[in-house]
Nanobody, 124 residues
Framework: QVQLVESGGGLVQAGGSLRLSCEAS????????MGWFRQAPGEEREFVAGIAWNDGWTYYGSSAEGRFTISRDNGKNTVYLQINSLKPEDTAVYSC?????????????????WGQGTQVIVSS
């Protein structure tokens, strides 16, 4: 069983930056591909970014727009999402997800484990 705990969300002004963290409680974190998703009020959950377990290959959804960067620190069992130039439309609950030794895909059903999410609110 993998438990994921996100942190780093909050209220920020447009144009600001945030770094979200997701810590996993598993010994073999390096064997999991990780993804970040977000869900805005009244919207479907959408893929934001993914990072592969084996070579650190990264992949971004269309909403990333070059402002999002995913990274991981296997020594800390943590995956990060850096968001720059925040916009009000980035307001959402951001959740991380994990899948064992698979390519990080864009679909929700590709992931086996989910965190509870962290709220990001961007004021204009």
């Amino acid at each position: 069983q993998v438990q994921l705990v996100e942190s780093g969300g909050g209220l920020v002004q447009a144009g600001g930056s945030l770094r979200l963290s997701c810590e996993a409680s598993v010994r073999t974190f390096s064997s999991y591909s990780m993804g970040w998703f977000r869900q805005a009020p009244g919207e479907e959950r959408e893929f934001v970014a993914g990072i592969a377990w084996n070579d650190g290959w990264t992949y971004y959804g269309s909403s990333a727009e070059g402002r999002f960067t995913i990274s991981r620190d296997n020594g800390k069992n943590t995956v990060y999402l850096q968001i720059n130039s925040l916009k009000p439309e980035d307001t959402a609950v951001y959740s991380c997800a994990a899948v064992y030794r698979e390519v990080p895909r864009t679909t929700l059903t590709s992931y086996n484990y989910w965190g509870q999410g962290t709220q990001v609110i961007v004021s204009s």
